[in-house]
């Protein structure tokens, strides 16, 4: 029995649902920044903690807004692979062998692949990654130096320039985490591979200060933490660009590394 403004508050965020359906799912997060710009909401902690977050948990509840148009992280682990019979099995086979599709990064100069701060916003930049056979990875912020190790094995082994596009916030933590990946991997490289280590770049995709600046996107105080001493002026989150614009401007830094010609004979 939600009251009249919650009511109104739903209307509001399928709004934004209908108006990026092409985008979704979409984090919370994105809809709260999505509803601070185009419907007067509160760009306030306590908005979308106490008002925002439960009001959408509930009305996915109650069948008034879709489970599948939000992006939930909460669950991790695995079950093992297994199958109840032969038959099964070789069903399975013939999927596999139906979907076979040609790495389409097998044939060009250049190795990409990008990193996002936010796990909750992969399947968006997969979307936009996946027609260049490019990867998308997150290790939901700080990650741990045996990932970074395991990256730069994987890195070693490519055999030719690799470049590493990174996506993240537009705050302390946002290039901290940023700044410790590549170190950290151009690290491990020269150490274990140091040809690959000359031939890797890391380039900052989003967010950036021109990007926050061009766009007009909300600021606000960054959050304390041991990174934000040596920080200058306002934050802002990546989950305040328009998820149309983040897709363009990924899309733009992908074909421009990669040989568009032999992308076509690949595919």
Same mark, same amino acid.
């Given at each position: 029995?939600?009251?009249?403004?919650?009511?109104?508050?739903?209307?509001?965020?399928?709004?934004?649902?209908?108006?990026?359906?092409?985008?979704?799912?979409?984090?919370?997060?994105?809809?709260?920044?999505?509803?601070?710009?185009?419907?007067?909401?509160?760009?306030?902690?306590?908005?979308?903690?106490?008002?925002?977050?439960?009001?959408?948990?509930?009305?996915?509840?109650?069948?008034?807004?879709?489970?599948?148009?939000?992006?939930?992280?909460?669950?991790?682990?695995?079950?093992?692979?297994?199958?109840?019979?032969?038959?099964?099995?070789?069903?399975?086979?013939?999927?596999?062998?139906?979907?076979?599709?040609?790495?389409?990064?097998?044939?060009?100069?250049?190795?990409?692949?990008?990193?996002?701060?936010?796990?909750g916003m992969v399947p968006q930049l997969q979307r936009v990654a996946a027609?260049?056979?490019?990867?998308?990875?997150?290790?939901?912020?700080?990650?741990?130096?045996?990932?970074?190790?395991?990256?730069?094995?994987?890195?070693?082994?490519?055999?030719?320039?690799?470049?590493?596009?990174?996506?993240?916030?537009?705050?302390?933590?946002?290039?901290?985490?940023?700044?410790?990946?590549?170190? @950290?991997?151009?690290?491990?490289?020269?150490?274990?591979?140091?040809?690959?280590?000359?031939?890797?770049?890391?380039?900052?995709?989003?967010?950036?200060?021109?990007?926050?600046?061009?766009?007009?996107?909300?600021?606000a105080s960054p959050k304390p933490s041991s990174h934000a001493a040596r920080?200058?002026?306002?934050?802002?989150?990546?989950?305040?660009?328009?998820?149309?614009?983040?897709?363009?401007?990924?899309?733009?830094?992908?074909?421009?590394?990669?040989?568009? @010609?032999?992308?076509?004979?690949?595919?």
């Amino acid at each position: 029995e939600p009251r009249p403004e919650t009511l109104r508050l739903i209307a509001d965020v399928q709004v934004v649902l209908d108006e990026y359906v092409g985008n979704l799912p979409l984090t919370v997060r994105q809809v709260y920044y999505r509803l601070v710009g185009a419907h007067g909401r509160p760009k306030t902690e306590k908005f979308y903690n106490n008002v925002l977050l439960e009001t959408v948990q509930k009305a996915r509840r109650a069948g008034r807004l879709s489970w599948a148009a939000f992006r939930d992280d909460s669950l991790t682990g695995g079950a093992p692979i297994a199958y109840a019979n032969v038959p099964e099995f070789l069903r399975m086979l013939r999927i596999w062998t139906e979907r076979f599709e040609r790495n389409k990064l097998a044939d060009q100069p250049l190795h990409v692949e990008v990193w996002c701060e936010s796990a909750g916003m992969v399947p968006q930049l997969q979307r936009v990654a996946a027609p260049y056979g490019v990867a998308v990875w997150s290790s939901s912020g700080f990650d741990s130096g045996t990932l970074r190790r395991e990256v730069a094995l994987r890195l070693a082994q490519i055999g030719k320039p690799a470049y590493v596009l990174h996506l993240g916030d537009y705050d302390p933590s946002g290039a901290a985490i940023f700044t410790a990946f590549h170190e @950290d991997v151009a690290a491990f490289l020269m150490a274990d591979a140091p040809d690959q280590a000359y031939r890797t770049a890391f380039r900052r995709v989003a967010l950036t200060a021109d990007q926050v600046a061009i766009f007009g996107l909300p600021m606000a105080s960054p959050k304390p933490s041991s990174h934000a001493a040596r920080w200058r002026g306002e934050a802002c989150q990546l989950e305040a660009l328009d998820p149309t614009t983040l897709a363009a401007i990924l899309d733009a830094e992908i074909s421009e590394l990669l040989d568009l @010609d032999r992308l076509a004979e690949t595919r």
